[in-house]
């Protein structure tokens, strides 16, 4: 069974860092692009980053550039969100989704996202 | 990174069809035909309904339709049932290797 499982979230001063970690099983991890997605209280779904099976290129919302880094050990089927200066904005349920990518006519897309993890909390507050 | 504009709910009875439509620009929704929906509720992981604007994952019932014309994407939800009460998310793929969700829909079977 292909499964996502989050871990790592939990409460941090504005300014602070946490790291989140997302456990794939079930299937090749290193054979698929991964992505981060958040839900704020009352909002809708929000993308936040993305990699590549090989984790050579990552990409992010504009709303968390230069302050989250994603990344990924292959060896440990293990994704991650390294969430620096955080915000009270950034108060959110933080998804793991194993993406589907692949070429068209020369050129690299992401699709969509197929299987989801049940999130884990982050709350930002003094 | 605007988020794809939503109506915030539709309602039907059972039995009944809504449709739901997201709108985007040429830049997203019109630019790609990468449209993929997402059936939520609340507290559980979100479940992949619809992508390439049509086509329907192995699982889901083919009461859920989708399509695309121009810059607004469409899911239909035929002979609806109670347990299809929920919100509901369009996501499309925006260029630069980035995705854009739509503002979400609540789905309320009456």
């Known amino acids: 069974e292909v499964q996502l499982v989050e871990s790592g979230g939990g409460l941090v001063q504005p300014g602070g860092s946490l790291r989140l970690s997302c456990a794939a099983s079930g299937f090749t991890f290193s054979s698929h692009a991964m992505s981060w997605v958040r839900q704020a209280p009352g909002k809708g779904l929000e993308w936040v980053s993305a990699t590549r099976g090989s984790g050579g290129r990552t990409n992010y919302a504009d709303s968390v550039k230069g302050r989250f880094t994603i990344s990924r050990d292959n060896s440990k089927n293990t994704l991650y969100l390294q969430m620096n200066s955080l915000r009270a904005e950034d108060t959110a349920v933080y998804y793991c989704a194993k993406a589907v990518d692949g070429y068209s006519y020369g050129n690299y897309y992401y699709y969509y996202m197929d299987v989801w993890g049940k999130g884990t909390t982050v709350t930002v507050s003094s | ?110």
Not at chain 2, 42 to 50: F, N, Q, R, S
Request: with cysteine; proline share 5%; aromatic share 10%.
């Open chain 2, 1 to 110: 990174q605007s988020a794809l504009t939503q109506p915030r709910s539709v309602s039907g009875s059972p039995g009944q069809s809504v449709t739901i439509s997201c709108t985007g620009t040429n830049s997203d929704v019109g630019g790609y035909n990468y449209v993929s929906w997402y059936q939520h509720h609340p507290g559980k992981a979100p479940k992949l309904m619809i992508y390439d604007v049509s086509k329907r994952p192995s699982g889901v019932p083919d009461r859920f339709s989708g399509s695309k014309s121009g810059n607004t994407a469409s899911l239909t939800i035929s002979g609806l049932q109670a347990e299809d009460e929920a919100d509901y998310y369009c996501c499309s793929y925006a260029g630069s290797y980035t995705f854009v969700f739509g503002t979400g829909t609540k789905v309320t079977v009456l």
